[in-house]
T-cell receptor, first 115, second 113 residues
């Protein structure tokens, strides 16, 4: 089954506005991570939030995690044109079968920030 | 510091031809290594992962295979490419316990014609 479903699939905002992306997942997790991908490039790790954490900040990024609802959100404040990219959540499932440290990625949110 | 390399960056191959994509990691030892494929506008699909030399786990049945001949080298191969093998192939390595961040290479864009 698919973990890490993001919404919206696409988001278009003006520079300076805040961007919020959501992620839902299905199984128990050790942690949830957010990644960014510029077009045609590899993914870049942004932030990791552990299952016992509720909120985490990194610069203009704010991530929340609600394990009771199996959901997470990524907020980018005061967005810039350079934030234009696709954003993916990924879950590290809490499972004895996850010996290889696999991550399950969602389909991503495509963010466009217009100058 | 750790770096991850992938080559080639782009590749155009005819149907039925063989494939070999290489990924190498520097600055770390005994990493977990991963191969993903990304179709256009889609998320990442995990193809293979490896926890050590010669140890390969396959996630989906397909036309591809992987090998890990050295600690920091991960190779993705095919004997005969299909049209459906086209995509963006990404290699990644994992940092150690207790965190599970993965670090990605720049990717290889494969087009099968």
């Amino acid at each position: 089954s698919q973990q890490g479903e993001e919404d919206p699939q696409a988001l278009s905002i003006q520079e300076g506005e805040n961007a919020t992306m959501n992620c839902s997942y299905k199984t128990s997790i050790n942690n949830l991570q957010w990644y960014r991908q510029n077009s045609g490039r590899g993914l870049v790790h942004l932030i990791l939030i552990r299952s016992n954490e509720r909120e985490k900040h990194s610069g203009r990024l704010r991530v929340t995690l609600d394990t009771s609802k199996k959901s997470s959100s990524l907020l980018i404040t005061a967005s810039r044109a350079a934030d234009t990219a696709s954003y993916f959540c990924a879950t590290d499932a809490r499972s004895t079968y996850n010996q290889g440290g696999k991550l399950i990625f969602g389909q991503g949110t495509e963010l466009s920030v217009k100058p | 510091s750790q770096t991850i390399h992938q080559w080639p960056a782009t590749l155009v191959q005819p149907v039925g031809s063989p494939l070999s994509l290489e990924c190498t990691v520097e600055g770390t030892s005994n990493p977990n290594l991963y191969w993903y494929r990304q179709a256009a506008g889609r998320g990442l699909q995990l193809l293979f992962y490896s926890v050590g030399i010669g140890q390969i786990s396959s996630e989906v049945p397909q036309n591809l295979s992987a090998s890990r001949p050295q600690d920091r080298q991960f190779i993705l191969s095919s004997k005969k490419l299909l049209l459906s093998d086209s995509g963006f192939y990404l290699c990644a390595w994992r940092s150690g316990v207790p965190y599970n961040e993965q670090f990605f290479g720049p990717g290889t864009r494969l087009t099968v014609l």
